[in-house]
């Protein structure tokens, strides 16, 4: 087998031209081997398939050799005797050694290039699989394309090559999961290129699952083009429906040494369809992609089912990153050099983001840095925007109030104060966030503490925007003084109740001024509020008389409240006062006996300091 300089020309129009002599093979072993090669979707040459009738067999020839990236030739009893074969393997030698060599010098130079020995091998099958496996790699056929900018992910390379162990026996199935925009896809497709040759054309990468399987026959066709990645082209023509694809994958599955990759999967159906119930042929790796932890937790106790998730790019491949897309380089410019640092961490060093926001801003002027630099501290980059969105689409409405929640409020904090108001409100939340962390939406940290990534919470925190970008009176969830003072203090909001905004949280520790004073009617206008948190200012008349559901109450740090008697706390369920040097903890216990009812947590430190 040789190459020629063809194999790195985009134009060549043949990947293998066979050379060989008709009457000795042509309905034997080179037949046998067109086929394979053919059937694992490699272009072939061969005279009788490609030469047209009236041509000059030689003028179709040469072009052909010229033409091609590998060449074959099968060297049998009467190969030298025929003058068409001697010319090809003149020409084959011209295009690979670029040497203008006659035949007998042809002949030697091709004889000094290892070869396979038919009689060596038990039969024709032997030999031609590893002549496929041959030509695949150096073809490189089934490779993805892949980022010319990798950086940071050697490590997780090398970590995801030893859960798969492809020179060990037995099943394993490796699951990569992490959020949206990650880098999941570009390792699958690295750990795919690195390995898939081993596989020969029992290899197969499904890209976009999730979306492709939403189609009108999606997941039918992704059942079609396995099959024919694999070599079983034929078998697909009469798959008209899943039940009879997966059946038929599971058929060719049963004896076939595979690896496979299913990109992008969000829920176990489709992979149960997409490679049937069968049992695998020892040595098969199955690899997924996924943002949803829970897929693949099914019951095959015959193999091993591994997860890896997905790490956060470090600072400094962060900056690298950005650097080559955005100036070529691994590092920027001196006079760029706070800029980069700057859009590395608003980022939150989210490798898509990099890539996108990079590309954007390719050798573009600093005032165009700063202006992305300041849209990114308020929202996501558009696409990056819709990356995430799958996820959150795909929440129930109840999950998608809980991780609203979160980026608004909680990010920091312990999860059981939430958790008791979201049982309260009818929201779920345990299986709500055990959803969120399968999905790779939030993590529960040390301490019981909610985590979610830069970019999440910005996302959440733009959600909520979207929903009347010019008027947060109209929005769910209000976390910014200035946003609240201008909710409460405009004259069309003192006019009218107020059914939007569900959680308010302010804290004015930012002004240079901290007088603030908030008439209690400006609160209570807010009839669906549930969550009310309140820092560093002064409330003035009857607190919170008039919010029926409100679960949950924070004040603190030197927070005044004046003509409180009515408080109204029928339906909370937490209390938190911190802080409050103007009550003692008897007043405070007092006025929840006057209430009576029973508040599940309450915390308040009052002169007295913390409770038991």
């Given at each position: 087998?040789?190459?020629s300089?063809a194999?790195?020309?985009?134009?060549?129009?043949?990947?293998?031209?066979?050379?060989?002599?008709?009457?000795?093979?042509?309905?034997?072993?080179?037949?046998?081997?067109?086929h394979?090669?053919?059937?694992?979707?490699?272009?072939v040459?061969?005279?009788?398939?490609?030469l047209r009738?009236?041509e000059?067999?030689?003028?179709?020839?040469?072009?052909?050799?010229?033409?091609?990236?590998?060449?074959i030739?099968?060297?049998?009893?009467?190969?030298?005797?025929?003058?068409w074969?001697?010319?090809?393997l003149?020409q084959?030698?011209?295009?690979?050694?670029?040497s203008?060599?006659?035949?007998?010098?042809?002949?030697?130079?091709?004889?000094?290039?290892?070869?396979?020995?038919?009689?060596?091998?038990?039969?024709h099958?032997?030999?031609?699989?590893l002549?496929?496996?041959?030509?695949?790699?150096?073809?490189?056929?089934?490779?993805?394309?892949?980022?010319e900018?990798?950086?940071?992910?050697?490590?997780?390379?090398?970590?995801?090559?030893?859960?798969?162990?492809?020179?060990?026996?037995?099943?394993?199935?490796?699951?990569?999961?992490?959020?949206?925009?990650s880098?999941?896809?570009?390792?699958?497709?690295?750990?795919?290129?690195?390995f898939?040759?081993c596989?020969?054309?029992?290899?197969?990468?499904?890209?976009?699952?999730?979306?492709?399987?939403?189609?009108?026959?999606?997941?039918?066709?992704l059942?079609?083009?396995?099959?024919?990645?694999?070599?079983?082209?034929?078998?697909?023509?009469?798959?008209?429906?899943?039940?009879?694809?997966a059946?038929?994958?599971?058929?060719?599955?049963?004896?076939?040494?595979?690896?496979?990759?299913?990109?992008?999967v969000?829920?176990?159906?489709?992979?149960?369809?997409?490679?049937?119930?069968t049992t695998f042929?020892?040595?098969?790796?199955i690899?997924i992609?996924?943002?949803?932890?829970?897929?693949?937790?099914?019951?095959r106790?015959?193999?091993?089912?591994?997860?890896?998730?997905?790490?956060?790019?470090?600072?400094?491949?962060?900056?690298?990153?950005?650097?080559?897309?955005?100036?070529?380089?691994?590092?920027?410019?001196?006079d760029?050099?706070?800029?980069?640092?700057?859009?590395?961490?608003?980022?939150?060093?989210?490798p898509?983001?990099l890539e996108?926001?990079?590309?954007f801003?390719y050798?573009?002027p600093?005032?165009?840095?700063?202006?992305?630099?300041?849209?990114?501290?308020?929202a996501?980059?558009e696409?990056?925007f819709g990356?995430l969105?799958i996820?959150?689409?795909?929440?129930t409405?109840?999950q998608q109030?809980?991780?609203l929640?979160?980026?608004?409020?909680f990010i920091?904090e312990?999860?059981?104060n939430?958790?008791?108001?979201?049982?309260?409100?009818?929201?779920?939340?345990?299986?709500?966030?055990?959803?969120?962390?399968?999905?790779?939406?939030?993590?529960?940290?040390?301490?019981?503490?909610?985590?979610?990534?830069d970019?999440?919470?910005?996302?959440?925190?733009?959600i909520?925007?979207?929903?009347?970008p010019?008027?947060?009176?109209?929005?769910?969830?209000?976390?910014?003084?200035?946003?609240?003072?201008e909710?409460t203090?405009?004259?069309?909001s003192?006019?009218?109740?107020?059914?939007?905004?569900?959680?308010?949280?302010?804290?004015?520790?930012?002004?240079?001024?901290?007088?603030?004073?908030?008439?209690s009617k400006?609160?209570?206008r807010?009839?669906?509020?549930?969550f009310?948190?309140?820092?560093?200012?002064?409330?003035v008349?009857?607190?919170?008389?008039h919010l029926?559901?409100?679960?949950?109450i924070?004040?603190?740090h030197?927070?005044?409240?004046?003509?409180?008697?009515?408080?109204?706390?029928?339906?909370?369920v937490?209390?938190?006062?911190s802080?409050?040097?103007?009550?003692?903890?008897?007043?405070?216990e007092?006025?929840?006996?006057?209430?009576?009812?029973?508040?599940?947590p309450?915390?308040?430190?009052?002169?007295?300091?913390?409770?038991n």
């Amino acid at each position: 087998m040789a190459s020629s300089d063809a194999g790195t020309s985009l134009g060549s129009k043949y990947e293998v031209f066979l050379s060989f002599r008709g009457p000795d093979t042509r309905a034997g072993f080179t037949d046998f081997l067109f086929h394979s090669l053919t059937d694992a979707g490699i272009c072939v040459f061969r005279d009788d398939e490609e030469l047209r009738v009236g041509e000059k067999i030689d003028e179709s020839l040469l072009q052909a050799i010229d033409n091609s990236k590998i060449y074959i030739p099968i060297f049998s009893r009467t190969y030298a005797t025929s003058k068409w074969c001697l010319r090809e393997l003149t020409q084959i030698v011209a295009s690979t050694f670029k040497s203008e060599d006659a035949w007998r010098e042809a002949l030697m130079k091709v004889g000094a290039i290892k070869g396979w020995e038919v009689k060596k091998y038990k039969g024709h099958g032997e030999l031609i699989k590893l002549v496929l496996e041959e030509v695949m790699k150096k073809l490189k056929t089934k490779h993805r394309l892949v980022t010319e900018h990798f950086v940071g992910m050697d490590d997780q390379v090398e970590e995801i090559s030893k859960l798969l162990d492809i020179n060990t026996g037995g099943v394993r199935l490796v699951k990569i999961y992490g959020m949206g925009g990650s880098g999941k896809t570009t390792l699958a497709k690295v750990v795919f290129n690195l390995f898939s040759s081993c596989f020969g054309k029992c290899c197969c990468f499904l890209e976009d699952v999730r979306v492709k399987s939403s189609r009108i026959n999606g997941l039918v066709d992704l059942q079609k083009k396995l099959l024919s990645e694999i070599g079983h082209r034929a078998g697909t023509r009469s798959i008209d429906e899943i039940d009879y694809g997966a059946k038929s994958i599971g058929e060719a599955l049963c004896n076939k040494k595979v690896f496979i990759v299913f990109d992008d999967v969000d829920n176990n159906e489709q992979v149960e369809k997409l490679v049937g119930k069968t049992t695998f042929y020892s040595g098969s790796r199955i690899f997924i992609t996924t943002r949803n932890k829970d897929v693949l937790r099914i019951n095959r106790p015959n193999y091993q089912i591994l997860d890896y998730e997905m790490k956060m790019m470090s600072i400094d491949h962060a900056l690298e990153l950005l650097g080559r897309h955005a100036f070529d380089r691994d590092s920027p410019p001196d006079d760029y050099k706070d800029l980069v640092r700057q859009i590395v961490y608003a980022t939150g060093r989210l490798p898509l983001a990099l890539e996108l926001i990079g590309s954007f801003l390719y050798h573009k002027p600093q005032d165009s840095w700063k202006e992305t630099l300041d849209k990114l501290r308020r929202a996501p980059h558009e696409d990056i925007f819709g990356k995430l969105k799958i996820s959150y689409d795909a929440l129930t409405s109840e999950q998608q109030q809980i991780f609203l929640d979160i980026a608004c409020f909680f990010i920091g904090e312990d999860k059981m104060n939430a958790i008791y108001m979201w049982k309260d409100c009818e929201f779920f939340p345990n299986t709500g966030l055990d959803v969120l962390i399968s999905m790779s939406l939030i993590k529960i940290v040390e301490n019981n503490k909610f985590w979610m990534h830069d970019q999440l919470r910005d996302f959440g925190r733009e959600i909520v925007r979207q929903e009347n970008p010019t008027n947060p009176n109209e929005q769910s969830r209000i976390w910014n003084w200035e946003e609240f003072l201008e909710a409460t203090r405009t004259n069309k909001s003192h006019l009218q109740m107020n059914q939007k905004v569900q959680a308010l949280s302010v804290d004015i520790s930012s002004r240079s001024s901290r007088d603030v004073i908030i008439q209690s009617k400006e609160i209570e206008r807010f009839e669906h509020l549930r969550f009310l948190k309140l820092a560093r200012l002064t409330i003035v008349a009857n607190a919170t008389n008039h919010l029926p559901r409100l679960r949950w109450i924070s004040l603190s740090h030197t927070a005044r409240i004046y003509k409180w008697t009515n408080m109204y706390l029928k339906n909370v369920v937490i209390l938190e006062f911190s802080k409050l040097g103007y009550i003692d903890d008897s007043r405070l216990e007092n006025i929840i006996k006057e209430q009576e009812i029973d508040i599940a947590p309450v915390s308040y430190g009052g002169l007295g300091g913390y409770p038991n």
